[in-house]
C-alpha cells in the first residue's frame, strides 16, 4: 500500500506542474481550475493510502522480492450464469430511452426493471441455483 500512495503523491506533484504550465499557457480558467482540483483530488488520495499504509502490515506489494503469488487468494464468488444482468440492463436501456422518446415508455419499461432486480436478488433461493 506504500507503493499506491507514493505514486499518487507523485501523480499530484505532476498534475500541479501540468495545471501551473497550463494555467500560464492558455490562460483559460475553466481547464486549469479542473486541473488545480485534480491535483487536490490526487492529493487527497496519495495522503490517505501513505497515512494508512503506516497502520497495516506490509503487503506482498511492498516487498521487492516478493512473487505474484503471495498475494493471491480467493477473489469471491460470482454467478457461474446468469440472465437477470442482462434482463436489467435492457430494462433500463428501455427506461433511459424514455427520456429521449417520451416519458410514457417509463410504464412499460418499470415492471421490467422490477422483475430484473428481484430476479438477480433472489436468484440463488430458487430454480437449479437454489441453495440446500
Given amino acids: 500500500m506504500k507503493i499506491q500512495g507514493k505514486m499518487f503523491i507523485w501523480l499530484s506533484v505532476f498534475v500541479l506542474a501540468m495545471a501551473i504550465v497550463y494555467g500560464v499557457w492558455s490562460k483559460e480558467p475553466v481547464g486549469t481550475t479542473a486541473l488545480f482540483l485534480a491535483f487536490g483530488l490526487c492529493i487527497m488520495i496519495g495522503y490517505y493510502l501513505a497515512f494508512t499504509a503506516k497502520r497495516v502490515d506490509a503487503m506482498a506489494q511492498d516487498d521487492k522480492e516478493a512473487d505474484v503469488a503471495d498475494e493471491a487468494g480467493e477473489v469471491g464468488f460470482f454467478a457461474p450464469h446468469s440472465w437477470q444482468p442482462l434482463s436489467l440492463a435492457l430494462s433500463g436501456a428501455l427506461a433511459f430511452a424514455a427520456i429521449a422518446i417520451g416519458w410514457w415508455l417509463l410504464y ?21 441455483n437454489q441453495n440446500q
Avoid: D, T
Fill in 108 to 128: 412499460f419499461s418499470a415492471p421490467f426493471i422490477l422483475v430484473g432486480i428481484f430476479g438477480w436478488v433472489f436468484e440463488f433461493y430458487r430454480g437449479e
